[in-house]
């Protein structure tokens, strides 16, 4: 079956670094993987989706890249600020309707 | 970003008892989800809804859930006889789509934090 990991439960970056995020995949070949980020208490909010013919989408100090061949997706926040902290989702799915599939997700903590 | 409301945004209730959460999306959808998050576990996924009807159910979705859109814009999610393992965030949520195509990914309920006791 589908399996999604991501690469730590929790994560710890100086204020101003960058922080990089891994989510690997298993068992399935996404057309997309998209990235939500969770605060607690409250619902995921999509921040960037990014198409298999798509190597790397920016979006402001967001950066995301899909190699299909690794099957893996890295999520960059560059310049990195306290309030980037939150737990960050990545989600690989076909087809636009298609029910979506959460990695466990990595807590990101910005140290200022 | 868009608001999708959920009610009520905390609900305890006691075991064996029914319980109806309810979502107001912000706009026409055919297609509407209910997502679960058990506290410090993953979302997961639930049921999905297309067009008045049940699409697809995950191994939670037993015979005790039900979903309905009862007035044509509100959509519930019903639990007859909850059970402790039922505490969790419910989420609704819609894709933002245009059919098969994905363009901006789904957009999730502000949640409901549903405690049995």
């Known amino acids: 079956s589908q399996k999604i990991e991501q690469n730590s439960e929790a994560l710890n970056i100086q204020e101003g670094k960058t922080a990089t995020l891994t989510c690997n995949y298993t068992?399935?070949?996404?057309?997309?993987l998209q990235w939500y980020r969770q605060d607690p208490g409250r619902g995921p909010v999509f921040l960037l989706l990014i198409r298999e013919n798509e190597k790397e989408k920016r979006k402001e100090r967001l950066k995301v890249t899909f190699d299909t061949t690794l099957k893996q997706s890295l999520f960059h926040i560059t310049a990195s600020q306290p309030a980037d902290s939150a737990t960050y989702l990545c989600a690989p799915s076909n087809f636009g309707n298609e029910k979506l599939t959460f990695g466990t997700g990595t807590r990101l903590t910005i140290i200022p | 970003e868009p608001e999708v409301t959920q009610t009520p945004s905390h609900q305890v209730t006691q075991m064996g008892q029914e319980v109806i959460l309810r979502c107001v999306p912000i706009s026409n959808h055919l297609y509407f989800y209910w997502y679960r998050q058990i506290l410090g576990q993953k979302v997961e996924f639930l049921v999905s809804f297309y067009n008045n009807e049940i699409s697809e159910k995950s191994e939670i979705f037993d015979d005790q859930f039900s979903v309905e859109r009862p007035d044509g814009s509100n959509f519930t999610l019903k639990i007859r006889s909850t059970k402790l393992e039922d505490s969790a965030m419910y989420f609704c949520a819609f894709p933002e789509t245009g059919g098969a195509v994905i363009s901006y990914g789904y957009t999730f309920g502000s949640g409901t934090r549903l405690t049995v006791v």
């Open positions: 068992n399935y070949s996404p057309a997309y």
